[in-house]
């Protein structure tokens, strides 16, 4: 069965791009999640949908940040513009159900220079 | 106070050891306990679920207690493919789940 699938794996790019990271989560789960994590902060959850809705985005960093999740089967996050400190390695992760364990994709590595 | 802690580590143990750690939560009405674990450069993986009878998967051994708000995690005679970091998750409310920094472990041959 396909886990959850991220892309990229990595991302270098100036500051002040437009970052976007994709994600398709397991088929037939119905909550979405994204998280960012680096040394300082550990895994930190960004937003979360459920059946394609956003539910809560308060751990959304600011205005530059926003998700999409157009249809069951993808979801993006977009950074624009980016900032060094945005530096961190991305994981989306789904789940069946919302108190189910949650599956991690491997993550996207993203370095604003 | 933090959501979720964890004793950091590192976790020294020789191979076949037993080695044991705790966390602790702050949300007493939290519902969902969970171990991941991650290795260097890796997302994070679901090791067991945490049950309020305790539970056993193999050389692993999960235990809740409600009263105190603490999780445990055992792990019996330590192979060297269970160096990683384990990391303690609950969920804090609604269906969001806060991560622990994280217990590494390292395992010597």
């Known amino acids: 069965d396909a886990g959850v699938i991220q892309s990229p794996r990595h991302e270098v790019t100036e500051m002040g791009q437009e970052v976007t990271l994709r994600c398709k989560p397991i088929?037939?789960?119905?909550?979405l999640f994204w998280y960012r994590q680096t040394m300082m902060r550990g895994l930190e959850l960004l937003i979360y949908?459920?059946?394609?809705?956003?539910?809560?985005d308060s751990g959304m960093p600011e205005d530059r940040f926003s998700a999409k999740m157009p249809n069951a089967s993808f979801s993006t996050l977009k950074i624009q513009p980016s900032e060094p400190r945005d530096s961190a390695v991305y994981f989306c992760?789904?789940?069946?159900?919302?108190?189910?364990?949650?599956?991690f994709g491997d993550g996207t590595r993203l370095s604003i220079l | 106070r933090k959501e979720v802690e964890q004793d950091p580590g590192p976790f020294n143990v020789p191979e076949g050891a037993t080695v044991a750690f705790n966390c602790t939560y702050s949300?007493?009405?939290?519902?969902?306990f969970f171990w991941y674990r991650q290795d260097c450069r890796k997302e994070p993986k679901l090791l067991m679920s945490v049950y309020s009878s305790g539970n056993e998967d193999g050389r692993f051994t999960a235990q809740l207690n409600r009263a105190s708000q603490y999780i445990s995690l055992l792990i019996r005679d330590s192979k060297l493919s269970d160096s990683a970091t384990y990391l303690c998750?609950?969920?804090?409310?609604?269906?969001?789940?806060?991560f622990g920094a994280g217990t590494t472990v390292t395992v010597r041959a």
């Open positions: 998750v609950v969920n804090i409310r609604d269906y969001k789940l806060s």
């Open positions: 949908f459920n059946n394609n809705v956003p539910i809560d």
């Open positions: 949300n007493s009405a939290s519902q969902s």
């Open positions: 088929s037939g789960h119905d909550y």
């Open positions: 992760a789904s789940s069946l159900e919302g108190f189910q364990p949650q599956h």
